[in-house]
């Protein structure tokens, strides 16, 4: 079973580049349209990145409710958001979820550990071309 091992911001930057498509949109990142060492530096404000097996995870820790974190995966594998969220619950105490999925993603991982759906920014990323929608989706550990 794959276990979850922390990135560097400078890994982390390179794994998301070579996610594409699947890292537009992570943690408020665009790999598509920023370099390396910009996604690096964004990612060291405050960001953790971690790998399970093929999937690029990340958090977010709200410093203004820090049992709320921002979640993002760069794949549906329930398995690798599930480690996430463990590992958020038990070593950051984090009770509550939330993450910004793009349309165009698969949000089933997310749907997996009890997120809903509670809102939709209507145009609020532009990628190719265009202004896209964005799903927020939410849960809380003991929906989880």
Same mark, same amino acid.
């Given at each position: 079973?794959?276990e979850?091992e922390?990135?560097?911001?400078?890994?982390?930057?390179?794994?998301?580049?070579?996610?594409g498509?699947?890292?537009?949109?992570?943690?408020g990142?665009?790999?598509?349209?920023?370099n390396?060492p910009l996604?690096?530096?964004?990612l060291?404000?405050g960001?953790?990145?971690?790998?399970?097996a093929?999937t690029?995870?990340g958090?977010?820790v709200?410093? *203004?409710?820090?049992?709320?974190a921002?979640?993002?995966?760069?794949t549906?594998d329930?398995d690798a958001l599930g480690?996430l969220l *463990?590992?958020?619950?038990?070593?950051?105490?984090?009770?509550s979820?939330?993450?910004?999925?793009?349309?165009s993603l *698969?949000?089933?991982?997310y749907?997996?550990?009890?997120?809903?759906e509670?809102?939709?920014?209507?145009s609020?990323?532009f990628?190719?071309?265009a202004?896209?929608?964005?799903?927020?989706?939410h849960?809380a550990? *003991?929906?989880?």
């Open positions: 079973m794959p979850l922390l990135l560097t911001p400078s890994a982390a930057a390179a794994a998301l580049t070579a996610a498509d699947d890292g537009r949109g992570f943690l990142l665009d790999p598509v349209t920023q390396e996604l690096a530096r964004e060291a404000g960001a953790a990145a971690f790998r399970y093929d690029v995870l958090c977010r709200n410093p *203004d409710q820090p049992r709320q921002e979640v993002a995966a760069t549906a329930p480690a *463990d590992f958020l619950h038990t070593y950051q105490r984090c009770t979820f939330v993450a910004l999925v793009p349309e *698969d949000a089933s991982g749907r997996a550990h009890g997120f809903t509670t809102g939709l920014l209507r609020h990323r990628a190719a071309g202004y896209r929608d964005v799903r927020v989706l849960t550990r *003991d929906a989880y």
